[in-house]
C-alpha cells in the first residue's frame, strides 16, 4: 500500500514509539557519566556490575515497551487519528515496532556504555551508519514478500535492523569485557563466590589503592578537620608523650 497514509502512520506511529527510545535515552546518559567515571578510577568491578545492572534495566524497559504496543496499540493510535483505515494501519505497524524494542533498548543503553568509556567508533558504526544504510536493500527485499506490500516491508526492514543493532552491540561490548584481563580475573572471583562488596583492610598492606595516601603512626598520631585542632593535639601529645583524651578547654562552672 503506497500514498500518504503509510506516511502518516509511521509518523505517528514513531511519537507513539518514543516513550521507549527517549526513556533508553536518559538512561544511556545515566550510563555513560556511572562508566566515565568507574572508568576513570579503574574500577573494573563496579564497570563490570554496572553494566549488567544497566542491561536488566534495559530489559525492563523494553518488556514495558513491548506489551505497550501490542495490547495498547489501538487505543494509541485512535487518540491521534481516529479513521479506522488508519487505526488499521496503525496497530500493524506498532506491533511491528514491539519485535524490536527490548534490543533497541540494549543497543543505547551499551551504547552509553561505550561512550562512558571513551569508544564512541562501535556505536556510530553499528547504530549509525551499517544496520541504517542496511534498511534500504532489506526494504526492498521484505517488500516483495507477504509482510505487508511495500509499507510493511519498510516497516519490519526498521524493526529487524534495530534487533541487530541491539544484538551487534551488545556481543561487540561483552567481548572488550572478557578480552580485559582485569575483568576475567573478577569474572573467577565471582565464580569462586568472592564478594567484591566486603573489602579486607590492612594498615600496612595496601591491597587496594586509591589517590589518597594512607598515614600509619607508630609513636602517635594526630588527626583532625581544622589546622587549629591539630596544632593543639601536636602540643598536648609533645607534653604528654601519648595521646588520649583530655579536655583542651576549661570546664563550664556549674
Sequence with gaps: MGGPLPIAVQQVGSQIESISWLTAGGFQSAMSAFMGQNFGANRWDRVYRGYFIGLAIAAVIGAVATAVLVFGAEPLFALFIPEAEAVAQGVIYLRI?????????IEIVTAGAFIGQ?????????????????????ALLLSRTSLGGLSGGVWWA????????????????????RSNPKVMSLRSQFARGVSLIKLNFHDLHRAYPTFRYPGYGRKGMVATSHPLAAGAGVGHAKKKGAARWTRLWPRRPA
Design 158 to 177: 526498521i524493526s529487524i535492523s534495530s534487533v541487530l543493532k541491539g544484538l551487534v552491540l551488545a556481543a561487540w561490548y561483552l567481548r572488550s569485557l
Design 118 to 138: 571513551g569508544q564512541t567508533s562501535p556505536p556510530a558504526v553499528i547504530g549509525g551508519v551499517v544496520f541504517n544504510v542496511l534498511r534500504i536493500p532489506g
Design 97 to 105: 515496532l514491539s519485535v524490536s524494542q527490548l534490543w533497541m533498548a
